[in-house]
């Protein structure tokens, strides 16, 4: 709630997903979970609890779940929020990339320094990578197998560390 308020005292527009028991009151008539409320397929202008005036759509996925999307764009409509959604996705789609491609969470330092040493080299490693991909045309966990396997053939041809004859593992 904080962060939609700031996004509003910017002048921004904002399109976000709300959680089924969010409390919103559609008609002045009480306070009552977003799931209760009957949301048309242009989307209904209800009150946000601790915000304001809101535009809500109802998605149903073809397994049957819900999804609440929201905006403070009173004007919007189904073909905007769509499109919207769709860049929504990329994102999505780029932070997994960024977490699977480069493991950005597992910063196992403490300082700040080296959280931030951390976190931009892994975001440079993945812009590199996303760079070799968008040239050559494969996808990410292609690229991220492709490097592992090389360097796997490479150690084995020329090991560092080799077992002696007595020794077990």
């Keep these: 709630m904080d962060n939609l308020k700031l996004v509003r005292t910017l002048g921004w527009r904002w399109l976000t997903r709300l959680k089924f028991n969010r409390n919103v009151n559609p008609d002045r008539t009480g ?8 949301v048309p397929a242009a989307g209904a202008v209800v009150h946000l609890e601790g915000y304001g005036l809101i535009k809500v759509f109802r998605i149903v996925a073809k397994d049957g779940d819900t999804e609440y999307w929201a905006t403070n764009d009173l004007q919007m409509d189904e073909l905007q929020r769509l499109t919207l959604a769709e860049h929504s996705w990329r994102i999505e789609e780029f932070h997994r990339g960024l977490k699977q491609g480069t493991m950005i969470e597992r910063c196992q330092a403490r300082s700040a320094c080296a959280q931030r040493n951390h976190i931009g080299l892994a975001l440079r490693a993945f812009l590199r990578l996303e760079s070799w991909c968008f040239r050559t ?10 490097i592992t396997r090389d360097a796997v053939r490479a150690y084995l041809a020329n090991p560092r560390y080799q077992l002696t004859n007595g020794a077990t593992a």
Excluded: S, T
């Excluded at 306070?31 to 009957?38: D, L, Q, S, T």
């Excluded at 494969?138 to 492709?146: N, V």
């Design 137 to 146: 045309g494969i996808c990410w966990l292609q690229a991220k197998w492709d």
């Design 31 to 38: 306070w009552r979970p977003i799931r209760e409320v009957v």
